[in-house]
T-cell receptor
């Protein structure tokens, strides 16, 4: 049973435009949601997070939106840059439990 | 500050063999988690250790085991290897505060190929 789902395996965006990556979850006990970025031959790196008591968190070009009623999470990257090309993993955590990851979305930013 | 170090980075084994992977967390981090990454499956949780105690365990068979030492270093072992065990094994560490928010620091992984 996949509790965190990323339904788009890949996304291509033109440089300078907005990238929107989506994530759906089923477990209403999740209290933190995170996005990780992974380059080939490297481990995932933390990008941005949001607590379940908030609906938006912003960090520079990256904004995460949380819609609890829809159990939906999205990551917006504006403007997109070629260096943003990577696999993005959505993750969620229930209190005192491990992180549960989605299957990832390969973002390609075209110059 | 040194990051999470995993050894070996690459290894090839044959079916039926066993393998031990090692992870040195960031200095001061007492929580270590292990994940398996396979194409299309994302990161599947294996187990988490904190102060030498296993705190959480994922849905993997008993062939997968781990431990943590008093210096927070961790090892995971897979016995009787199967072809399906071929994957990237990722170790991550976190401080107590970071663990509460789910922020993990990952190593570069150990890529296991089973022939």
């Amino acid at each position: 049973d996949q509790q965190v789902k990323q339904n788009s395996p890949s996304l291509s965006v033109q440089e300078g435009r907005i990238s929107i990556l989506n994530c759906d979850y089923t477990n209403s006990m999740f209290d933190y949601f995170l996005w990780y970025k992974k380059y080939p031959a490297e481990g995932p790196t933390f990008l941005i997070s949001i607590s379940s008591i908030k609906d938006k968190n912003e960090d520079g070009r990256f904004t995460v939106f949380l819609n609890k009623s829809a159990k939906h999470l999205s990551l917006h990257i504006v403007p997109s840059q070629p260096g943003d090309s990577a696999v993005y993993f959505c993750a969620a955590r229930a209190k005192a439990r491990q992180l549960t990851f989605g299957s990832g979305t390969q973002l390609t930013v075209l110059p | 500050k040194a990051g999470v170090t995993q050894t070996p980075r690459y290894l090839i084994k044959t079916r039926g063999q066993q393998v031990t992977l090692s992870c040195s967390p960031i200095s001061g981090h007492r929580s270590v988690s292990w994940y398996q990454q396979t194409p299309g499956q994302g990161l599947q949780f294996l187990f988490e250790y904190f102060s030498e105690t296993q705190r959480n365990k994922g849905n993997f068979p008993g062939r997968f085991s781990g431990r943590q030492f008093s210096n927070s270093r961790s090892e995971m072992n897979v016995s009787t290897l199967e072809l399906g065990d071929s994957a990237l094994y990722l170790c991550a560490s976190s401080s107590t505060a970071q663990r509460d928010t789910g922020e993990l620091f990952f190593g570069e992984g150990s890529r296991l190929t089973v022939l």
